[in-house]
Nanobody
Framework: QVQLVESGGGLVQAGGSLRLSCAAS????????MGWFRQAPGKEREFVAA???????YYVDSVKGRFTISRDNAKNTVYLQMNSLKPEDTAVYSC??????????????????WGQGTQVTVSS
């Protein structure tokens, strides 16, 4: 069992930055690929980024060059640094843990554990 708790969401103007954190407790954090997903009102949940246990990083095209995912296995924490935010980035952001690996990282149904989500609102 893994428990995930996100923090760091909030309201920011377009062009601004936010850093999301996801703290994990329970089973070995380093065994899991960690992902960030987002869901805007009326839209499907969308893959944003993932980082493997070895540090490989993957992003959806719309955030490449603006978002950076990282992890600190000693602190059992994964981060999402979001720069140059746009109004279309507004959503609830959730972190999730996946033991199946990079082949499944874009499909939310493949993730085993989820956090409660944190709201990110970008004003224009």
């Amino acid at each position: 069992q893994v428990q995930l708790v996100e923090s760091g969401g909030g309201l920011v103007q377009a062009g601004g930055s936010l850093r999301l954190s996801c703290a994990a407790s329970g089973r070995r954090f380093s065994d899991y690929l960690m992902g960030w997903f987002r869901q805007a009102p009326g839209k499907e949940r969308e893959f944003v980024a993932a980082i493997s246990w070895s540090g490989g990083r993957y992003y959806v095209d719309s955030v490449k060059g603006r978002f950076t995912i990282s992890r600190d296995n000693a602190k059992n924490t994964v981060y999402l640094q979001m720069n140059s935010l746009k109004p279309e980035d507004t959503a609830v952001y959730s972190c999730a843990a996946n033991r199946k690996g990079v082949a499944t990282m874009r499909r939310f149904v493949e993730y085993d554990y989820w956090g409660q989500g944190t709201q990110v609102t970008v004003s224009s």
